[in-house]
């Protein structure tokens, strides 16, 4: 059985920081590609930034590029996403997602998601 359990989010002041993790389970890393896509009220599930171990690629979404940092840690099964001077827009609930053949940016071409963890930044 696949799962991925995030953890790590909760209340940060603007310009704060925070390390979501993202534990799996049931699969290798090195077969997927590892997504991190956020969420709020209303919208469609973004994608923030994903990490393709097949084809050694690395993905941002444009607002986050500086900011969030995604990465590895093959010996834990586990992802992180590292992020730094958090803005209030960043409030959202944050999911992981897993993929065999992903199109990056499409949450429909993920195969595997966690629960998500909620973010909030105050300002």
């Known amino acids: 059985e696949v799962q991925l359990v995030e953890s790590g ?35 469609e599930r973004e994608a923030v930034s994903c990490v393709n171990t097949i084809d050694d690629t690395t993905y941002y979404e444009e607002s986050v590029r500086g900011r969030f940092t995604i990465t590895l840690d093959n010996a834990k099964n586990t992802v992180y996403q590292q992020i730094n001077s958090l803005k209030p ?22 195969d595997y998601w966690g629960q998500g963890t909620q973010v909030t930044v105050s300002s």
Not at 27 to 39: H, P, S
Not at 94 to 107: E, H, I, K, P
Request: aromatic share 12%; glycine share 14%.
């Open 9 to 43: 989010g909760g209340l940060v002041p603007a310009g704060g920081s925070l390390r979501l993790s993202c534990a799996i389970s049931g699969l290798t890393l090195d077969d997927y590609a590892i997504g991190w896509f956020r969420q709020v009220p209303g919208k």
């Open 89 to 110: 827009e960043d409030t959202a609930v944050y999911y992981c997602a897993a993929g065999s053949t992903v199109a990056v940016r499409s949450w429909r071409t993920y």
